[in-house]
């Protein structure tokens, strides 16, 4: 069982819909994460939330926007997106220091663009 | 970019050791070294991190060289459980994980 819940576990959506997933934590973190997995590939970061603000965007396209509305909740919300998109979007969260804190992940979100 | 380098694919055989190799050979000072595995449709599962000494817990053992620039993960008896992705990382915060392609193990009956 994983102590990082997240909403819904599939999505399937049209190209011209707006939608969101959502994560959360009960585990007192204040790191939250995105990341992307494509089919039979790597986890790639995408965001880092520290302390409910923005720390890193590694590029993300602006067709993904996220917002951290407290310490338990991360979302991301979806807009236009393109099919390429499709993927497994994964959520995790650690402590905050100076090193030596794993992230624990959600089972993610299949998302997939029609 | 992944700093890590791993075999693609092992086997091992049910009830025997597993040994998965990193190399890591441009490690810096601060970097942690962490051990995820990832089974099918779940996510990642974090197993064991290190910065120097070798660590072990309820899952495995972590040995990293004196010179740092390489680490096995250690699966003392695999059972077929244990089949899965197993990702090598480095990282000096822990909030910036880049994942390398990961070794995938398979556990023979």
């Known amino acids: 069982d994983t102590e990082v819940t997240q909403t819904p576990k599939h999505l399937v959506m049209g190209m011209t819909n707006k939608k969101s997933l959502k994560c959360e934590q009960h585990?007192?973190?204040?790191?939250m994460y995105w990341y992307k997995q494509k089919a039979k590939k790597p986890p790639e970061l995408m965001f880092v939330?520290?302390?409910?603000?923005?720390?890193i965007n590694e590029s993300v396209p602006s067709r993904f926007s996220p917002e951290c509305p407290n310490s338990s909740l991360l979302n991301l919300h979806l807009h236009a997106l393109q099919p390429e998109d499709s993927a497994l979007y994964l959520c995790?969260?650690?402590?905050?220091?100076?090193?030596?804190?794993?992230?624990?992940f959600g089972d993610g979100t299949r998302l997939s663009i029609l | 970019d992944a700093k890590t380098t791993q075999p693609p694919s092992m086997d091992c055989a049910e009830g025997r050791a597993a040994n998965l190799p990193c190399n890591h050979s441009?490690?810096?000072?601060?970097?942690?070294v962490y051990w995820y595995r990832q089974i099918h449709s779940q996510g990642p599962q974090y197993i064991i991190h290190?910065?120097?000494n070798n660590e072990t817990n309820e899952m495995a053992s972590l040995i990293i060289t004196e010179d740092r620039k390489s680490s096995t993960l250690i699966l003392p008896h695999a059972t077929l459980r244990d089949t899965a992705v197993y990702y090598c990382?480095?990282?000096?915060?822990?909030?910036?994980?880049?994942f390398g392609t990961g070794t995938s193990l398979t556990v023979i009956p």
């Open positions: 939330y520290s302390y409910e603000k923005l720390s």
């Open positions: 990382i480095l990282s000096n915060t822990g909030n910036q994980f880049y």
């Open positions: 441009t490690i810096s000072g601060n970097e942690y």
């Open positions: 995790a969260s650690s402590q905050v220091g100076q090193g030596g804190q794993p992230q624990h």
């Open positions: 585990m007192g973190h204040r790191a």
């Open positions: 290190g910065l120097k």
